[in-house]
């Protein structure tokens, strides 16, 4: 029994990473009919679609996980984009100075919605970590989105979640690649029988985020997220907020997430069952759901 749990392990991860290598061979070709950019304080983007409704996407982190990037962009963003929407992925700054907060986080996709979109936008939609950015967005600058949508995300993390993604930005932060990816393997191959499979794969893991993300950057980035609790903000929040969740996501726990739709005056949850973290993010009902809520009285 324990070499068939061994067997099926290796093989879970050995899917990740292949899909992972598949994915990032497609993000360093051209990709049609998305355009990027840098907006004039630092943050990238990339841009799908010529619809009249605009929409924000803030991505999970700390980090840049570039392998994900082509799975995001075909099964949620251009089905959006179908919809009727522009969608604009933000990355977080580059070259964020020492004690950046989340505050400041949200006050950087503030200055991209005043510079690029004349100060309002139709929706932002935040996912895992980014959820966290969009709640801080909309209760510090209510007029700059009218609607916010929380993907695999609540106002706090689970504790185990935020311990592994302090090992995996502070290894990050410090070039310790190989130690990166064993974390970053974690939520795939979690606990200790997974600990051989995380040593093995962890280095090639850690060397496919080395060459995209800024290493000062992530430990910034790390340091503002990590040690965050959103909840007394969610009663200024004066958005509608949807949040769709997976009920075995165990990034954030369905205490959380209950409290967090309590908190906020104006919220709705949709639940996907036995849909985890990233499930969520990539179900096929996901995109439908968002617009749904989106043009709702439009």
């Known amino acids: 029994m324990r070499a068939r749990r061994t067997a099926l392990t290796i093989t879970a991860a050995g899917a990740v990473l292949g899909g992972a290598v598949l994915a990032r061979r497609a993000t360093l070709a051209p990709e049609p009919g998305i355009r990027t950019g840098t907006f004039s304080n630092g943050v990238d983007y990339q841009a799908v679609g010529s619809g009249p409704r605009t929409m924000l996407f803030l991505p999970g982190g700390p980090g840049i996980f570039p392998f994900l990037r082509a799975r995001v962009a075909r099964t949620l963003l251009s089905p959006l984009a179908a919809q009727g929407f522009t969608v604009w992925r933000l990355e977080r700054r580059r070259g964020m100075p020492p004690g950046h907060t989340i505050a400041d986080l949200a006050d950087d996709v503030a200055h991209v919605i005043d510079e690029g979109f004349d100060g309002h936008v139709d929706a932002v939609v935040g996912a895992s970590m980014g959820g966290l950015l969009a709640l801080f967005l909309a209760a510090r600058h209510p007029d700059h989105a009218a609607r916010v949508v929380l993907l695999a995300s609540a106002a706090t993390p689970n504790p185990a979640t935020l311990a592994s993604t302090r090992r995996f930005g502070e290894a990050m932060g410090h070039s310790r690649?190989?130690?990166?990816?064993?974390?970053?393997?974690?939520?795939?191959?979690?606990?200790?029988?997974?600990?051989?499979?995380?040593?093995?794969?962890?280095?090639?893991?850690?060397?496919?985020?080395?060459?995209?993300?800024?290493?000062?950057?992530?430990?910034?980035?790390?340091?503002?997220?990590?040690?965050?609790?959103?909840?007394?903000?969610?009663?200024?929040?004066?958005?509608?907020?949807?949040?769709?969740?997976?009920?075995?996501?165990?990034?954030?726990?369905?205490?959380?997430?209950?409290?967090?739709?309590?908190?906020?005056?104006?919220?709705?949850?949709?639940?996907?069952?036995?849909r985890g973290h990233g499930g969520t993010v990539f179900d096929a009902r996901t995109p439908g759901d968002i617009a749904t809520f989106v043009n709702r009285d439009n």
């Open 177 to 274: 690649f190989a130690e990166a990816g064993e974390a970053f393997l974690e939520d795939v191959v979690p606990g200790d029988r997974g600990r051989p499979v995380r040593r093995l794969f962890g280095p090639l893991v850690g060397r496919m985020l080395a060459k995209p993300n800024n290493p000062p950057d992530v430990l910034i980035e790390t340091q503002a997220f990590v040690d965050i609790d959103a909840r007394p903000v969610l009663p200024q929040i004066t958005a509608p907020v949807l949040v769709i969740y997976g009920d075995q996501d165990t990034s954030f726990t369905p205490d959380a997430v209950e409290e967090t739709v309590r908190l906020i005056p104006d919220c709705t949850l949709i639940q996907y069952p036995g």
